[in-house]
């Protein structure tokens, strides 16, 4: 079993940032991919960004030029930098990871973490 734990979210104004961290722990080695997630309240969730272990990404449109996962194998981490956030941005972010090649990481999921973005 693979264990996630996200930290990071928060409030803040629009045209800020913010840095998600997601710390994984168990049979990390397992691990392939690693991704973020977010779900907004009455929405389904949707992928933002995903990473392989080889360094393949998916970024989803509504946020590529504004969000970067940068993922940290010596220490089982994957980070979502978000900069120029609007208040579209708000919702339940959720860390993600899969022992599959995919960038669509959905086996193993974090407990997610707010992140309000005020106008």
Same mark, same amino acid.
């Given at each position: ?17 913010? *840095? ?17 997630? *977010? ?81």
């Amino acid at each position: 079993q693979v264990q996630l734990v996200e930290s990071g979210g928060g409030l803040v104004l629009s045209g800020g940032s913010l *840095r998600l961290s997601c710390a994984a722990s168990g049979r990390t080695f397992s691990i392939n991919a690693m991704g973020w997630y *977010r779900q907004a309240p009455g929405k389904q969730r949707n992928l933002v960004a995903a990473i392989t272990r080889d360094g393949q990404e998916k970024v989803a449109d509504s946020v590529k030029g504004r969000f970067t996962i940068i993922r940290d194998s010596t220490k089982d981490t994957v980070y979502l930098e978000m900069n120029s956030l609007k208040s579209e941005d708000t919702a339940v972010y959720y860390c993600s990871a899969d022992p599959r090649y995919t960038i669509n990481p959905n086996r193993y999921w974090g407990q997610g973490t707010q992140v309000t973005v005020s106008s």
